[in-house]
């Protein structure tokens, strides 16, 4: 059975930090691009960062660029969303989302996504 689960999400005040955990099993996590989507009230989902697990290359949405940094440990199939200098703009729910390439990943078509955690941000 295929599963992402994530955890870390919460609240926290403007500036401060939180870290997500996006936890996978039941593929082969090495042959998949991981990330993080996320989707806030009456708006559309919007890929947020994401990191090819074969070569460690990130990519980061301008939005969030200098202050999210991914990372992922393969030994433990495991993605992070280290989340920086946080504002209140960036309250949504956070997805995570695994897909066989970096082009399906960014359309929005993955493959394997987890249930979602709510990251709030207070100003």
């Known amino acids: 059975e295929v599963q992402l689960v994530e955890s870390g999400g919460g609240l926290v005040q403007a500036g401060g930090s939180l870290r997500l955990s996006c936890t996978a099993s039941?593929?082969?996590?090495?042959?998949?691009?991981i990330g993080w989507f996320r989707q806030a009230p009456g708006k559309e989902r919007e890929g947020v960062s994401c990191?090819?697990?074969?070569?460690?290359?990130?990519y980061y949405a301008d939005s969030v660029k200098g202050r999210f940094t991914i990372s992922s440990d393969n030994a433990k199939n495991t993605v992070y969303l280290q989340m920086n200098s946080l504002k209140p703009e960036d309250t949504a729910v956070y997805y995570c989302?695994?897909?066989?390439?970096?082009?399906?990943?960014?359309?929005?078509?993955?493959?394997?996504w987890g249930q979602g955690t709510q990251v709030t941000v207070s100003s």
């Open positions: 989302a695994a897909a066989s390439d970096l082009n399906t990943w960014w359309l929005n078509e993955s493959d394997y």
């Open positions: 039941g593929f082969t996590f090495d042959d998949y691009t």
């Open positions: 990191i090819s697990s074969s070569d460690g290359s990130t």
